[in-house]
């Protein structure tokens, strides 16, 4: 159980395009989903929580313009990176949650590449 | 703020015991741990909650003193199996569920 599934695994794209990533719990409801940024041999990076139905929460010196997440229903949320640069590329990682106190079940990972 | 984490490496052998410690300058409502092998999604551990406790599986145990704010992760007859990176993550008591902070890691190596 607790299935985390995020599309796609990885992406390589031209400057200025728009990225957008999907993560899905597959087999719960995710009352809280959150992204992560992590660069090689770094810990994660949490870039912002999201609750079903509500306003992402953005950690500091996170541009939410930049990227956009939408959490439509109990199973989905969505990252979009706009105007994307080389600067943007990394590793992107999503996590959900049932309930609080319970364990973040994470997604396999998008590895985005802008040339 | 983000939890500190020692060692920030440590290399075993097949069937030796390591301690991986976290301890935050908050107070703390939980403490989660996770291992990430390289190139894979983190997986979880453990996680435990405010009351100080213990937890186990197996060969690997944890515990939390909220007092101090900080938390052990114990394994035991170290396995190949084991190595990758430790991370725990913590959420602050001063507001729950929110501010979840993984700390830096603590990368692993079990040698045969």
């Known amino acids: 159980g607790a299935v985390v599934s995020q599309h796609p695994s990885w992406v390589i794209c031209k400057s200025g395009t728009s990225v957008k990533i999907e993560c899905r719990s597959l087999d719960f409801q995710a009352t809280t989903m959150f992204w992560y940024r992590q660069f090689p041999k770094q810990s994660l990076m949490l870039m912002a929580t999201s609750n079903e139905g509500s306003k992402a929460t953005y950690e500091q010196g996170v541009e939410k313009d930049k990227f956009l997440i939408n959490h439509a229903s109990l199973t989905l949320s969505t990252l979009t990176v706009t105007s994307a640069h080389p600067e943007d590329s990394s590793f992107y990682i999503c996590?959900?949650?049932?309930?609080?106190?319970?364990?973040?079940?994470f997604g396999d990972g998008t590895r985005l590449s802008i040339l | 703020q983000q939890p500190v984490q020692s060692p920030q490496a440590v290399i075993l052998r097949e069937g030796e015991d390591a301690v991986i410690n976290c301890s935050s300058s908050k107070a703390l409502y939980s403490v989660h741990w996770y291992r990430q092998k390289h190139g894979e999604a983190p997986v979880f551990l453990m996680i435990?909650?405010?009351?100080?406790e213990q937890k186990g599986h197996e060969k690997i145990s944890a515990s939390f003193n909220e007092k101090k704010q900080q938390s052990s992760l114990y394994l035991t007859a170290s396995q190949l199996s084991y190595s990758g990176t430790y991370f725990c993550g913590t959420e602050g008591a001063d507001n729950y569920g929110q501010n979840f902070v993984f700390g830096p890691g603590t990368r692993l190596s079990v040698l045969p």
């Open positions: 996590s959900a949650r049932a309930l609080d106190n319970q364990p973040q079940h």
């Open positions: 435990l909650l405010k009351g100080g």
